[in-house]
């Protein structure tokens, strides 16, 4: 099944004499339970391609449908809505709340949608990315790899339909690395959910399902490596 289909997504930065087309002309489309990873040298357009995806950066033209839904065709209100329950985004920065604590951060997409919080499934979470004994620490007084591991929560907790990553490792040790990584897959075979990862990292991109390459705006290589 189909759950992401994007079509002749362009994207350009800037206006007059100093454009930058960051996506030329992009289209593909992924499986639901798919991981993918995209890589592409530096400025060839990932981190804007993963905004379009994630609801976050509008396209100058094309589409990005998630299941069934014409992404940009949703207001801003709708579109921010439809971001917290269906898009779970993982950065390389983790981009916590300083005031909040673990359980604040891992809940807050819920939280801003007036939502129930589900014990068992925070729990469930809490316990998978080994954070149950830091529920009530704030994010500095944690190591970069529990971080990331309260990110990765925020990013699941509402059980999204896709989860984006942009470099989630690119700050972190190998071991951290590793696992995050692993993390990451369980929470793709476990559940079932659509991963698109950015990496530099060929160790990392040839755990994927598929890697798709970018250069210069444009795909040059679609590959699938295994499924
Ligand atoms: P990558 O993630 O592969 O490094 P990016 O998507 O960040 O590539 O950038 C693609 C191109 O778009 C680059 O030329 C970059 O300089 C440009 N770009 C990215 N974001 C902006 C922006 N907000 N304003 C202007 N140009 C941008
Ligand atoms: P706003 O649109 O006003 O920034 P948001 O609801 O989008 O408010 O999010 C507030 C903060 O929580 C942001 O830093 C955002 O990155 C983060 N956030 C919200 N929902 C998610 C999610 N599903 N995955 C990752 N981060 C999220």
């Known amino acids: 099944m ?5 079509e002749n997504l362009s994207k350009i930065y800037g206006k007059g004499a100093i454009q930058v087309k960051a996506l030329n002309n992009v289209s593909f489309s992924v499986k639901k339970g798919e991981f993918v990873a995209i890589v592409g040298p ?6 804007t ?3 379009v995806l994630g609801g976050v950066d509008r396209p100058t033209s094309g589409k990005v449908f998630i299941e069934d839904t014409d992404v940009y065709s949703l207001n801003e209100s709708k579109l921010a809505i439809f971001r ?5 985004l993982i950065y390389q920065f ?3 709340i300083p ?9 807050l997409p819920l939280l801003l949608d007036g939502g129930k ?20 620490h704030l994010p500095n007084e944690l190591s970069g790899g529990q971080q990331q591991r309260v990110s990765i929560g925020r990013a699941l907790i509402n059980n999204p339909a896709l989860v984006l990553a942009d470099e989630p490792t690119g700050n972190l040790d190998s071991k951290n690395s590793k696992e995050i990584i692993d993390l990451l897959k369980v929470s793709n075979k476990q559940f079932n959910q659509t991963l698109i990862i950015i990496t530099h990292d060929p160790q990392i991109a040839l755990q ?10 444009q795909i040059i290589k679609d590959e699938v490596i295994r499924g």
């Open 2 to 6: 189909e759950i992401l289909r994007v």
């Open 84 to 88: 917290r329950r269906q898009i779970g």
């Open 99 to 107: 005031i909040l604590n673990v359980e604040e951060n891992v809940t």
């Open 94 to 96: 983790y981009n916590l």
């Open 117 to 136: 919080i589900n014990k068992g499934k925070l729990e469930e979470i809490l316990a998978i990315l080994g954070l149950t004994d830091r529920l009530n």
């Open 208 to 217: 994927a399902d598929r890697i798709i390459t970018l250069d210069d705006g």
């Open 42 to 47: 530096s400025g060839s357009g990932k981190s």
């Open 49 to 51: 391609l993963l905004h």
